[in-house]
């Protein structure tokens, strides 16, 4: 039998650890180089702690990116049915919320439990605390680290993107892949909270309302999500808010203005709106305007909904115009936010944006560019909503990539 081809992972993430397992059980020599002091920090941190790590309903239109097709591709040969049976296989039994994927335990731990253990059973090298700086390809691979220099005959990039660095993902994959001659789209903070122009914020921080969410950049609406909308003392935040978030992120970078229209009763229609208010004006003639409104919505929100439909407060109900009511109704269906910002990202879940798929091979997630290079993951351009998407998307390329280039070398062996 033929040496071994030496594999080298950079990256103990998602996709990195995955990649690395599925390389060595198809019997390449794999090592991980990982510049934490501990391979895949992130997991713990997902899902709130839980690890959402998976969803059931799962398509490409849970996904962005410039080349839908690639991830069409990705997803069809590495599944949510796939992933599944990975994690089951490796000791973790599912648990189902609303089509949100969880370990049965609750613990992300769990996940990365049963991964490094994977990872230690196969043999396969992990080098801590080990930043690479710099790749080259000549015969080989020649990979500069913090701690020495490694040589490899295929690499696997899965250094992830550039959201919450804390966690190790500094960017530093992007000029390793520009390196190799592969290029890029713009990288914005996604899954990210937004800032709002206004005063008012600071009156309703804390209020968190049951709202739709729609993003309006040059007067079209690009997305919508209903949920939990959390109003900060800078702007909003909530799973809807993320879920809408590279939209604005794009276009602030684009330099244009996104406007964020909320839905505060999106369960009614502005006509049935009206009518409830005016039913209850004519139920309620002896309160002010600001105490027609308690029980509807949150206390700290009123004064700002009816500011913004020019109703002072203290007014009595029998000085409100019928034109005043109605607008009042339009108001709280679409009450519009300016958003002037975004976290960082520092408080980022994800990117949008990266390395342009249509560089690489769907089938095998190896470079168009460089033979025996690898991409995986958040590196690239690809971006799912919340939801267990973007651990989906880390876990098929890891699978795919670590697969075809352990694979590629065994076929090429068997050839020689
Ligand atoms: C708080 C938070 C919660 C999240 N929750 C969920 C969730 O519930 N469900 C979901 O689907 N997604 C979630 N995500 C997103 C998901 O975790 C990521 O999309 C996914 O982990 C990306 O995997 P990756 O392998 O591409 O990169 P990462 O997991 O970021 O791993 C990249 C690794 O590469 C290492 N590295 C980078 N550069 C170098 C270098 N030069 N040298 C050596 N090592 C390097 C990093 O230290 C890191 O360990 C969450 C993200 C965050 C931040």
Redesign the pocket.
């Known amino acids: 039998m033929g040496k071994k081809r030496k594999i080298v992972v950079?990256?103990?993430?998602?996709?990195?650890?995955t990649a690395a397992i599925m390389a060595a059980r198809n019997g390449a020599e794999v090592t991980i180089?990982?510049?934490?002091d501990r391979?895949?920090?992130?997991?713990l941190?997902?899902?709130?702690g839980?690890?959402?790590?998976?969803n059931a309903n799962m398509d490409v239109s849970f996904f962005r990116g410039e080349d839908p097709s690639f991830v069409s591709s990705v997803l069809h040969k590495f599944s949510t049915e796939d992933t599944l049976t990975f994690f089951e296989k490796l000791g973790v039994l599912s648990k189902k919320r609303n089509g949100y994927y969880y370990p049965k335990s609750d613990q992300a731990s769990a996940v990365l439990d049963v991964l490094c253990m994977e990872i230690k059973k196969l043999g396969i090298k992990v080098c801590c605390n080990?930043?690479?700086?710099s790749v080259q390809k000549k015969k080989d691979f020649l990979i500069k680290?913090s701690e020495g220099t490694y040589l490899a005959d295929a690499l696997i990039l899965?250094?992830?993107?550039k959201?919450?660095p804390v966690?190790?993902?500094?960017g530093?994959?992007y000029v390793?892949a520009k390196s190799f001659g592969h290029s890029m789209t713009p990288v914005v903070p996604a899954?990210v909270q937004l800032h709002g122009k206004g005063t008012f914020f600071k009156m309703v921080s804390g209020v968190r309302a049951d709202a739709q969410i729609s993003l309006y950049v040059d007067g079209k609406c690009l997305a919508s999500d209903t949920g939990e909308l959390q109003l900060t003392n800078y702007g909003i935040s909530g799973i809807p808010v993320f879920q809408i978030s590279r939209y604005a992120s794009f276009a602030l970078y684009e330099n244009k203005r996104p406007l964020a229209v909320i839905d505060f009763l999106p369960e009614y229609s502005t006509r049935s709106l009206t009518a409830l208010l005016e039913k209850r004006r004519k139920e309620n003639t002896a309160k002010t305007a600001e105490e027609f409104l308690i029980g509807i919505f949150n206390r700290k929100l009123i004064p700002v909904l009816l500011r913004a439909s020019g109703i002072r407060s203290d007014l009595s109900l029998h000085e409100i115009t019928k034109e005043a009511m109605e607008k009042l109704a339009v108001k709280c269906k679409t009450f519009e936010i300016e958003i002037i910002g975004t976290n960082s990202f520092e408080q980022?879940?994800?990117c949008a944006g990266g390395v342009r798929t249509r560089e690489l091979h769907p089938e095998t997630m190896e470079s168009q560019i460089v033979k025996d290079l690898y991409l995986?993951?958040?590196?690239l351009d690809v971006d799912?909503i919340?939801?267990?998407?973007?651990?989906?998307?880390?876990w098929s390329?890891?699978v795919i990539a670590g697969t075809a280039a352990a694979c590629f070398e065994r076929k090429e062996r068997e050839n020689r």
């Not at 950079?10 to 650890?17: L, P």
């Not at 180089?33 to 934490?36: A, D």
């Not at 939801?387 to 880390?394: E, F, I, P, S, V």
């Open positions: 950079i990256g103990g993430g998602a996709s990195g650890m180089l990982e510049q934490k391979l895949g920090k992130k997991i941190s997902t899902g709130n839980k690890c959402n790590y998976t080990t930043k690479v700086l680290t899965s250094t992830g993107g959201a919450s966690l190790g993902s500094d530093s994959g390793l899954l980022a879940q994800i995986t993951g958040e590196l799912g919340c939801g267990g998407y973007n651990l989906q998307w880390a390329t890891g």
